[in-house]
């Protein structure tokens, strides 16, 4: 009896990665996923802490696109090995910060690394790409790229727009019938839902712009502004975390407030209190501000009249706030709320 063709599927948790694992699976074909872990993935952050997003499902995607699945799905934490990626991408960034291509082309070469072929037995890669609906790393010129430059060749299929593309082995070799797979095109979702639908499926993820912080206009100003007012195109994890999340508000170079816009950001931003200058009003209610920086006594006085200006003192002629440093060491601050105008549009990141 011949030996089972096993085939790894890289799983965004969105709707293409789901159909292309599926579409093999129909054809007999073993499958297991992998999933990079880079901290820039929006599903699992902003929707579990933002009221606006209370109606979205609180999951990881990819767990969930497994479960649909029937397979396993290795998880990986690649958030060190990606700086490289971001910080130095040969193939440079798409319209923001968000390095696709090389991103791809990392995720493809990854899985090889992991011993998925080699050692695992399996026999080629799955994943969900079609051609002309990513501008920067999917296009047909760029899929022989990151075929190439990640070492997979021939052995890496895209089962949504195969019939667009030379043959790769898994069709030579009759592990895979060309004729159902499919040629897939463009950005019009409307055959990757038809596709869902005829296997069965009522649910799925809906990325707008894809599920990376990367590729949001205002995430990648924030990533920005952190690089140039720390004079280092670095990060750590609490960084890229931190700006997904609040008001960020820079008066000047050396120092930025981060403040909570509802209850379920205040809370997240508590668990950040021991590493800066931590702002509460005690007058009134209002939200939790966060100094990012070097603050001197006059910067934190500025810090609290803006907070007040955000807290329901805001009209009234003082307002009291509570800084408290990393050690513990609190003092109370009597401030005038900033007036509106004072605010400038340029100090918001």
Not at 168 to 176: H, S
């Amino acid at each position: 009896m011949a030996e089972q063709i096993k085939a790894v599927a890289l799983i965004s948790g969105g709707l293409d990665s789901m159909l292309a694992a599926k579409v093999v699976m129909q054809q007999g074909v073993y499958v297991e996923g992998i999933n990079f872990y880079t901290g820039f993935c929006v599903e699992g952050h902003t929707h579990a802490i933002r009221a606006k997003d209370r109606a979205k499902p609180k999951r990881n995607n990819a767990l969930w696109v497994a479960e649909q699945l029937g397979i396993k799905l290795h998880i990986i934490d690649v958030i060190d090995e990606y700086k490289d990626v971001l910080l130095n991408p040969k193939h440079g960034y798409g319209k923001h910060l968000n390095p696709c291509l090389d991103c791809k082309i990392f995720m493809v070469k990854k899985t090889l690394a992991w011993g998925f072929m080699e050692e695992r037995g399996f026999d080629f890669i799955v994943t969900g790409e079609v051609i002309g609906q990513r501008p920067k790393s999917q296009r047909k010129e760029t899929m022989p790229v990151i075929a190439r430059e990640s070492g997979a060749d021939d052995r890496l299929l895209r089962p949504l727009c195969a019939k667009n593309l030379p043959p790769t082995l898994p069709e030579r070799e009759g592990w895979v019938q060309r004729e159902a797979l499919f040629d897939f095109h463009g950005r019009n979702r409307k055959p990757q839902i038809e596709l869902a639908q005829s296997f069965g499926f009522t649910d799925w993820a809906q990325p707008a712009g894809g599920c990376c912080f990367l590729t949001d206009e205002h995430y990648a100003q924030k990533l920005s502004d952190l690089w140039r007012t720390r004079g280092s195109r670095d990060y750590e994890l609490d960084d890229i975390m931190l700006l997904k999340v609040g008001r960020h508000i820079r008066p000047a170079p050396h120092f930025k407030l981060i403040v909570g816009r509802e209850e379920g950001e205040n809370q997240y931003l508590e668990g950040y209190r021991k590493q800066f200058v931590a702002l509460r009003p005690l007058s009134h209610k209002g939200p939790l501000c966060l100094i990012d920086g070097t603050p001197s006594a006059a910067d934190i006085e500025l810090a609290a009249r803006v907070l007040a200006r955000y807290s329901q003192g805001r009209s009234a002629d003082h307002v009291t706030i509570v800084a408290e440093e990393p050690n513990g060491v609190a003092r109370d601050l009597e401030v005038v709320p900033l007036p509106p105008m004072e605010i400038p549009t340029a100090w918001h990141v």
